[in-house]
């Protein structure tokens, strides 16, 4: 994967600070540990939870035009590694760990070759193919799994939601590249988009498990209503469309888990 590899449809420009971080291995309600390189991402999803971090890092900017970059993030980590116990480290919660800038500062790629030296176990998760560029370092990993969240399997429907995001179609193939080198892979179907429920015949063969979650729809209410989608927040959509999924993982051996009640 090119270093200059940037995806979807050019943004407004993004700014970018350079900041010295005082911690990079952090707790976490979703695994034990957490590692976000960067605050803020340039993928700008309009339903994106972590939009709330603008109230602690007293950003004034809109979501998606800002990015602090945590340049000594690798030399924080480093220390961090041998000091701190053991357990799985997930990369990222709030960003995506291999957002266009990665190209540039490479400070995912340092975390992960500190975590591998370690012996870390690892969880990373992205909507970015250029993850297949640290393949060199994954495939050294004695405990890893590489994630992608998708959200849907119709490509326009990315673009009303998720228009600064890489493609369906670059995410699936990278998806694929990534399990055939024999790597751990799964998917987050989260948020549950329109068309979600097609993604199953696309994402089998591809992957070790699926993950579905229909998260917080509160910031794409107006994209809904603006383009008459109000019948995918229904809590009938989401009973009708986890069931799909889930039927369809039965039928073609996927694992998959349900990660809300649907009720």
């Known amino acids: 994967m090119p270093d200059e590899y940037v995806p979807g449809p050019q943004q407004a420009p993004v700014m970018v600070r350079e900041i010295q971080a005082k911690s990079v291995l952090s707790a976490s309600k979703i695994y034990p540990y957490v590692i976000n390189p960067y605050v803020g991402c340039q993928h700008a999803c309009s339903y994106c939870y972590a939009r709330y971090m603008k109230k602690f890092t007293r950003h004034s900017e809109p979501w998606g035009t800002f990015v602090d970059v945590k340049v000594n993030a690798a030399e924080v980590l480093r220390k961090e590694a041998v000091k701190k116990r053991k357990d799985t480290v997930w990369i990222s919660g709030v960003c995506d760990p291999y957002q266009p800038l990665e190209a540039k500062y490479l400070l995912t790629r340092q975390c992960l070759q500190i975590l591998v030296e370690n012996d870390w176990p690892m969880v990373i998760q992205t909507r970015s193919p250029l993850v297949l560029r640290d393949m060199d370092v994954i495939k050294k990993a004695r405990d890893i799994r590489v994630g992608f969240s998708v959200t849907t399997a119709d490509d326009e429907v990315r673009k009303l939601f998720e228009p600064f995001a890489p493609s369906i179609p670059d995410r699936l193939n990278a998806l694929a590249e990534l399990h055939e080198a024999g790597i751990g892979t799964y998917a987050m179907i989260a948020p549950l988009l329109p068309g ?68």
């Open 196 to 263: 979600a429920e097609e993604l199953v015949a696309k994402l089998a063969g591809t992957v070790d498990y699926l993950l579905v979650d229909r998260m917080n729809y509160h910031y794409a209410d107006a994209i809904y209503k603006r383009f008459r989608l109000e019948d995918k927040l229904a809590g009938s959509y989401f009973l009708w469309a986890s069931s799909k999924i889930k039927t369809e993982c039965e039928r073609l051996g996927v694992e998959c888990s349900i990660v809300f009640d649907p009720h």
